[in-house]
């Protein structure tokens, strides 16, 4: 559900920090999320807890570095797309919750394990 007040810069700035510290390079792991704590005003927060903040604010990103960041780690051109056709907080956090689970799905895959359905 859209949120009826534009998003509050701590939280436009943590999901920012959200997006560079969840890199396909990285050494970031499905079986301990939450290794990568984000600031959200005071609080350490999961990358997962902060796409789930930010959920529902239409504003336009505000950062076109972050846009750009979030797109280029995208390796599912569906997900580009959506990111593309609808650049705001709430999708972007969207977009990028589905990388987390595709990303944990391919972990799990590649060690022979079933993923857990929720």
Same mark, same amino acid.
């Given at each position: 559900?859209?949120?009826? #007040?534009?998003? !509050? !810069?701590?939280?436009?700035?943590?999901?920012?920090?959200?997006?560079?510290? #969840?890199?396909?390079?990285?050494?970031?792991? !499905?079986?301990?999320?939450?290794?990568?704590?984000?600031?959200?005003? $005071?609080?350490?927060?999961?990358?997962?807890?902060?796409?789930? =903040?930010?959920?529902?604010?239409? +504003?336009?990103?505000?950062?076109?570095?972050?846009?750009?960041? =979030?797109?280029?780690? &995208?390796?599912?051109?569906?997900?580009?797309?959506?990111?593309?056709? +609808? $650049?705001?907080?709430?999708?972007?956090?969207?977009? &990028?919750?589905? &990388?987390?689970?595709?990303?944990?799905?391919?972990?799990?895959?590649?060690? $022979? =394990?079933? !993923?857990?359905?929720?």
């Amino acid at each position: 559900m859209a949120k009826d #007040f534009p998003i !509050p !810069p701590f939280l436009s700035r943590a999901f920012g920090d959200a997006v560079l510290r #969840f890199r396909p390079d990285d050494r970031w792991n !499905p079986e301990a999320p939450d290794e990568k704590m984000i600031d959200v005003n $005071g609080t350490l927060c999961s990358i997962s807890e902060v796409c789930k =903040l930010v959920r529902g604010y239409s +504003d336009r990103l505000s950062d076109n570095a972050i846009y750009g960041a =979030l797109y280029n780690q &995208m390796m599912n051109n569906d997900l580009k797309e959506k990111l593309s056709c +609808d $650049g705001t907080y709430g999708n972007a956090a969207d977009c &990028m919750l589905e &990388m987390i689970e595709l990303r944990a799905a391919e972990y799990l895959q590649r060690r $022979g =394990l079933s !993923p857990v359905r929720r």
